[in-house]
């Protein structure tokens, strides 16, 4: 019987394994991850097969479940921030596979931290392409260029030009819905960009789990009179038996509406029977997309 230790056996009570064998161990888990990962690939090929031609190629719900499944799993010492880090670098690699992967960023300061933020959630070696206004990047999805755009989070005192949200109420197409927010790993280390984002694409957003009113927050838009109030609207959303988050309302100097931007718990869809129930609105409300929830780094 060999006398030789077992260096991932806790109970063997033999010698303690010399460096070069805990050497080789590792250079035996290496293969076996790789093996996994090309056969993860062969599988990735398959799924493609099935989907439908010239689509998108992107399920940014499907990918936080993934990762929130990997982190409820997760134990020992190696720390639960590699996973995110990993698979999504993993995520960038099958998606390039499926078709072109080009994402366009609207960087609206003088540094880089949007694109940091984009970079950090599609991938290191993912094409990135910069531009200064939501409008540009938008317009690269739309003509199919890029399969996503990173914008800034909207807030109330942006300018017209900037709130880009506003323009998916049209609904155009081919139709721009939001997909993902930024950061999804919430948890900002030293040197990490310190920004929120969110990332829309021509494709509709997909449940993060079996249960979408805990995971995933959808925006809606509407169009009101410009003698709305924050707390009228705000009631008829409760009423409508909408969970509501935050709230942005804009008066734009000169329009003849206004506008509201409004975050809701759940996955909602186009016709979800809640959105009939707001008919005080100027025009029939818009779903504009959905987002997963970011984890916090404690739980999943």
Known sequence: MSSTADPTDPTDTAAPPTLAQLRAELDRIDDAIHDLLMQRARVVEQVGAHGAKGRVAIRPGREAQIIRRLLRRHQGA???RLLPRLWRELFAATTSMQGSYVVTVCETGPGDAFVQAARE???ALTPLRRHR???QAIGEV???????????MPDEEQ?????????LLHRDEPRIHVVARLPFWAPRSEGAPQVHALVVAAVPPDASSADPGSTDRSLIGLELSQEASRARLSGALAAAGFDTGTIILRRDQGAAV???LVDVAGLVADDDARLAALSDMLR?????GAYAVPVDGDSA
């Open 78 to 80: 190696l720390p639960r």
């Open 121 to 123: 959630h599609f991938g």
């Open 133 to 135: 206004t939501p409008a």
């Open 142 to 152: 739309s003509s199919g260029a890029a399969i996503a755009a990173v914008l800034p």
């Open 159 to 167: 300018a017209a030009s900037a709130a880009w949200w506003t323009a």
């Open 258 to 260: 206004a506008q509201a």
């Open 284 to 288: 029939p409300p818009v779903v504009l």
